[in-house]
């Protein structure tokens, strides 16, 4: 049944908006071979499939963000994730991800009044010297109104849009649900990886949500920052500042899509370029914690050729062990060699069965020594990576979702550097700070550091050895070691039987109501109908019926056959 699939009645309105707009978008064929449209349509809810053939022939790329506009916040920044994600997506569909900007119409300041009376404890006009009704902008799940402090400070306060939390929260339930669905019933979408980015979007909106957590990034970039006095992130205001609404120091600069301004304020784009790659490659390279979302919009140029970072919904986070992963592969690209790039990428991306792993190790070979010999200064790391992800996509391999963000970010870097200076390259930024850190890996203090952990784990591991021996022997002498053994397709193997069984089942039980019935018939006494046994009909009607069943589950059956997965 589809509420059993899809969890609680209350999410059926929406996932009918969903699988309407779908449809209406040329996706028809993929919401009946999920079998939800005959359901939701059995259930009473009706679908529109008018002007689908329209729309149907538009490319597919530009017919899923045509949806995805129209579906709300939720999808939006699931667009904007996958835009990130070219290991999964051709150019194509990189291009028409990248559109999508949840730029809707403003809430009213006074459908907002009740929510900023609760959070700020007044009405704005009073907490604030002077708040302005109109916003400075507005997207799908917050708008922002600039104000000033009593003090004099210009500061602009961020409010979360009423209700936009109970959308998102049903959104990602259906989602989640729609993408085991989609594992199971389109095995042609299993490289997409569905719900692991199902996963990941659920953790980036959830964080966005919060705008006090975006605030706590902040503080935490701003003070890793600190000894760049180039780079500026507002201040926070925590006395204002909470998880439907936060307020920071307003940030009044060149605007990063604004560049022909840069001259007339007599601006050094060459070294605005070069403070800003430092401020990013620490960020990624030295912190492990960075913006992963740095284009221009969310960029700007001050006087003094400062750089003012703002928006910290979306963060990456790289743990010790990627960075250093991170390192080896960077050092890799820029020094041409070739099986340190190989050995990370396919760390990174597993051991996947079915892929020739020779092969994929050739190509990247071949990809690295085409720079040998190109001056250094010649090099497009941010193209460079992009080739990367574009042979890993090739093999149907998906890398790591903090590495997809990570290696957009370095892309979306690279490509305002030059936008800034066309003489920048990233590289000849890159490769001074890699090195540096390279050495201060290898400091003695260093080496002693990751040594006396590593022998803290050593002797933890040994001193549980004894206990760990002992128990498995103890229960080897009670007949209870099991071994787990993993076999590839085995459940749906598994499935087959058990509904190859429940057919032979109801067939045998058909056989007996018929020949049942029969005897029944030749029996004189009991209940009549139509001058007949009563039971006898009866049994012979359950028969027909459950025949009707039988034979319409083998069409089903023979029917996904002929079809096949990839149709």
């Given at each position: 049944?589809?509420?059993e699939?899809l969890g609680?009645?209350?999410?059926l ?13 040329g996706?028809g064929d993929?919401?009946?071979?999920l079998g939800?449209a005959d359901?939701?349509e059995?259930a009473?809810?009706a679908l529109?499939?008018d002007?689908?053939?329209e ?7 530009v017919?899923?963000r045509l949806?995805?506009?129209e579906?709300?916040p939720?999808f939006?920044k699931l ?10 997506f051709g150019?194509e569909?990189?291009a028409e991800?990248e ?5 809707v119409?403003?809430v009213?300041l006074?459908?907002?009044?009740p929510?900023?009376r609760?959070d700020l404890?007044?009405?704005?006009e009073t ?10 902008a ?6 922002v109104?600039?104000a000033?402090?009593h003090d004099?400070?210009e ?5 979360r ?5 109970d959308?998102?929260e049903?959104d990602?339930?259906?989602?989640g649900?729609?993408?085991v669905?989609a594992?199971?019933e389109?095995?042609?979408?299993r ?6 980015i199902v ?6 909106l ?9 605030c706590?990034?902040?503080e ?8 760049l ?6 201040r926070v ?5 909470h998880?439907?609404v936060?307020?920071?120091?307003f940030?009044?600069?060149?605007p990063?899509?604004a560049l022909a301004e840069?001259d007339?304020?007599?601006l050094?784009?060459s070294?605005?370029?070069?403070r800003g790659?430092?401020a990013?490659?620490k ?8 913006h992963?979302?740095p284009?221009p919009g969310?960029?700007?140029?001050l ?6 970072f703002?928006d910290?919904?979306?963060?990456g986070?790289?743990s010790?062990r990627?960075?250093?992963?991170l390192?080896?592969l ?7 060699h070739a099986q ?5 990428l396919?760390?990174?991306?597993g ?10 190790e ?8 085409q ?9 497009n790391l ?8 574009a042979l890993l996509r090739d093999?149907?391999?998906?890398l ?9 970010a370095?892309?979306t870097?690279?490509?305002m ?5 066309p003489?920048?390259h990233?590289?000849?930024e890159a490769l001074p700070m890699?090195q ?6 290898y400091?003695p203090r260093?080496?002693?550091a990751?040594g006396?952990?590593?022998l803290r784990r050593?002797?933890a591991?040994?001193e549980?050895?004894p206990?760990?021996?002992?128990r ?7 007949g209870r070691?099991q071994v787990g053994i993993e076999?590839?397709h085995l459940?749906?193997?598994?499935d087959?039987?058990?509904r190859a069984a429940?057919r032979l089942?109801m067939?045998?039980v058909?056989a007996?109501?018929?020949i049942g019935?029969?005897?029944v018939?030749t ?21 027909f019926?459950g025949g009707?069943?039988?034979v ?8 996904g056959?002929?079809?096949?997965p990839?149709a």
């Amino acid at each position: 049944m589809l509420i059993e699939t899809l969890g609680a009645a209350r999410d059926l309105g929406r996932l009918n908006t969903i699988l309407g707009v779908l449809i209406r978008h040329g996706f028809g064929d993929t919401v009946r071979r999920l079998g939800l449209a005959d359901s939701l349509e059995r259930a009473g809810h009706a679908l529109r499939w008018d002007h689908a053939a329209e729309l149907a022939r538009l490319e597919p790329p530009v017919q899923v963000r045509l949806a995805i506009e129209e579906l709300g916040p939720t999808f939006v920044k699931l667009g904007q994730i996958l835009a990130g994600r070219a290991d999964l997506f051709g150019p194509e569909w990189i291009a028409e991800f990248e559109k999508l900007h949840s730029h809707v119409p403003a809430v009213p300041l006074e459908t907002l009044r009740p929510q900023l009376r609760e959070d700020l404890g007044g009405e704005p006009e009073t907490v604030f010297a002077r708040f302005d009704a109109e916003p400075l902008a507005a997207a799908s799940i917050a708008q922002v109104h600039r104000a000033q402090l009593h003090d004099g400070t210009e500061v602009v306060v961020k409010i979360r849009r009423p209700g936009v939390g109970d959308i998102i929260e049903a959104d990602l339930r259906l989602l989640g649900r729609l993408a085991v669905l989609a594992d199971a019933e389109l095995p042609h979408l299993r490289p997409y990886r569905l719900q692991q980015i199902v996963r990941e979007l659920s953790r980036s909106l959830r964080r966005e949500l919060d705008l006090a957590s975006e605030c706590r990034s902040a503080e935490r970039i701003a003070a890793n920052l600190a000894s760049l006095p180039w780079i500026v992130v507002p201040r926070v205001h925590w006395s204002l500042t909470h998880e439907r609404v936060n307020v920071q120091d307003f940030v009044g600069g060149v605007p990063g899509h604004a560049l022909a301004e840069l001259d007339a304020r007599g601006l050094n784009r060459s070294l605005l370029a070069q403070r800003g790659s430092q401020a990013v490659l620490k960020m990624i390279v030295e912190d492990g914690f960075f913006h992963a979302d740095p284009h221009p919009g969310n960029v700007f140029y001050l006087e003094g050729n400062r750089i003012a970072f703002i928006d910290f919904g979306m963060v990456g986070r790289l743990s010790e062990r990627r960075r250093e992963e991170l390192l080896n592969l960077l050092l890799g690209l820029v020094e041409r060699h070739a099986q340190a790039v190989a050995d990370v990428l396919l760390d990174w991306t597993g051991d996947e069965h079915g892929i020739n792993l020779v092969l994929l190790e050739n190509e990247i070979e071949i990809f690295v020594d085409q720079y040998h010999g190109v001056p250094l200064a010649q090099l497009n790391l941010g193209q460079m990576l992009a080739d990367v992800t574009a042979l890993l996509r090739d093999h149907h391999l998906a890398l790591p979702s903090d590495m997809a963000l990570l290696i957009k970010a370095f892309i979306t870097l690279e490509g305002m550097g030059r936008g800034l200076d066309p003489g920048f390259h990233m590289t000849t930024e890159a490769l001074p700070m890699l090195q540096r850190v390279v050495r201060a890996r290898y400091r003695p203090r260093a080496v002693a550091a990751r040594g006396w952990k590593t022998l803290r784990r050593t002797l933890a591991v040994a001193e549980q050895l004894p206990h760990d021996i002992s128990r498995l022997l103890r229960n080897a002498r009670r007949g209870r070691v099991q071994v787990g053994i993993e076999l590839a397709h085995l459940k749906r193997v598994g499935d087959q039987i058990d509904r190859a069984a429940n057919r032979l089942t109801m067939a045998l039980v058909i056989a007996a109501l018929i020949i049942g019935s029969s005897i029944v018939m030749t029996v004189q006494g009991g209940p009549t109908l139509f001058g007949l046994p009563a039971f006898g009909l009866l049994g012979f009607a359950s028969a027909f019926v459950g025949g009707l069943w039988l034979v319409r589950a083998i069409w089903r059956s023979s029917r996904g056959r002929d079809v096949g997965p990839g149709a």
